[in-house]
């Protein structure tokens, strides 16, 4: 069964860099793009972006431009997604999930990120 | 790209049909038949109930269905139940490998 399987929670300062990972089992990692989603405590869905592992091409929201990085390693089928500049805003749960037909079919657990000095 | 326009609210009784809808563009909702909608309970990952406007993914009650005119997409959700409380957020393509969300609408059933 298709499966994503998020990093642990993070605690980091402002400034700083976070790397959230991605592994992705069940399916064949390049068929689907991997997309990327936040929210912030009480508030909504937001789309940071996309990476294709079978092209490599990656797409950012235009709120992300410029500090957020997208990559992928197909050989432990694992996505990774990079904000730099961090701050408390910046705190939400980031997602994962898998695209397929233009919607994200299977969702990874979450990642808490807590951005505080 | 600017967020898709959702009621923040819903509600019905047990039973009843409630209609959310999901106003955007012609760059997004009107311009592709890629709407898809998400049911999200409390501290719980989005999961996906209707994809490509109206198709429910297998598993998804057929309670619920979706549609879309123009540039406004609407969730339906047909005899309601307790479990279908949560907030639901409506997404669409909008092109050039961009998606787009609603900001949300949390349905309480009465």
């Known amino acids: 069964q298709v499966q994503l399987v998020q990093s642990g929670a993070e605690v980091k300062t402002p400034g700083a860099s976070v790397i959230i990972s991605c592994k992705a089992s069940g399916y064949t990692f390049t068929g689907s793009s991997m997309q990327w989603v936040r929210q912030a405590p009480g508030q909504g869905l937001e789309w940071m972006g996309r990476?294709?592992?079978?092209?490599?091409?990656?797409n950012y929201a235009q709120n992300f431009q410029g500090r957020v990085t997208m990559t992928w390693d197909t050989s432990i089928t694992t996505a990774y997604m990079e904000l730099s500049r961090l701050t408390s805003d910046d705190s939400a749960v980031y997602y994962c999930?898998?695209?397929?037909?233009?919607?994200?079919?299977?969702w990874g657990q979450g990642t808490l990120v807590t951005v505080s000095s | 790209q600017s967020a898709l326009t959702q009621p923040p609210s819903a509600s019905g009784s047990p039973g009843q049909s409630v209609t959310i809808s999901c106003t955007g563009s012609s760059s997004d909702v009107g311009g592709y038949n890629y709407v898809s909608w998400y049911q999200q309970h409390p501290g719980k990952a989005p999961k996906v109930m209707i994809y490509?406007?109206?198709k429910r993914p297998s598993g998804v009650p057929d309670r619920f269905s979706g549609s879309k005119s123009a540039n406004t997409a609407s969730l339906t959700v047909s005899g309601l139940q307790a479990e279908d409380e949560a907030d639901y957020y409506c997404?669409?393509?909008?092109?050039?490998?961009?998606?787009?969300f609603g900001g949300g609408t949390k349905l309480t059933v009465l």
């Open positions: 999930a898998r695209n397929l037909r233009y919607a994200f079919d299977y």
């Open positions: 990476i294709d592992p079978n092209s490599g091409g990656a």
């Open positions: 490509e406007v109206s």
């Open positions: 997404s669409s393509y909008a092109g050039s490998n961009k998606w787009v």
